[in-house]
């Protein structure tokens, strides 16, 4: 019995080296430069090793991914229950776009490059979580004859569009704040419309 769990926390910790250098390859060179063959050479492991935990490149950018979606919705979920009352959207929000700006290739690999996680009803626990964390600010601001799920879904979108936008260089520099501050006030203003 000793022998099977010192088998399975050491499995566990070659699992998370593995996705630890695929992050910090990534962040550092981008994901094209993540491949089996140079993560086994950096962790120093041979690449039946790393296929002998993931069944690919794939699905480690799935366990990035994964990871990113824990991290973002603790980040969320601490930004708004210790946000003052009235702040906890904006708090939120903030949360988003800086773990966005802070993480990109984690931000890329959540939002564009994993294959294998599901979104909506099928969703994993760490995304319901970070939906959970949406819906508690958006949901009070439904007007009558709105439904929560759709007007939280609308924010996350404009929250997410000014994060990617920002992210890849899209909008004018410095302006982040005065972008973030006009959504807060739309979605403030009334019932969204």
Known sequence: MATQQRRERERARRASLIVSAAREMAEAEGWDSVTIRKLADRIEYSQPVLYGHFAGRGAIVDAVALEGFEELAESMERARTSAEDGGELEAMAQAYLDFAAAKPAVFEAMFTLAEGLQFGDEALEPLKAG???????????????????????????????????????????????????????????????
């Open 131 to 193: 939906f959970a964390s949406l819906y508690a600010v958006f949901a009070p601001l439904a007007g009558e004859g709105q439904d929560p799920e759709t007007l939280t879904e609308t924010g996350w979108a404009a929250i997410h569009g000014l994060a990617t936008l920002n992210r890849d260089g899209r909008l004018r520099p410095g302006l982040q704040s005065q972008r973030l501050q006009i959504l807060l006030q739309r979605f403030r203003g009334g019932s969204g419309a």
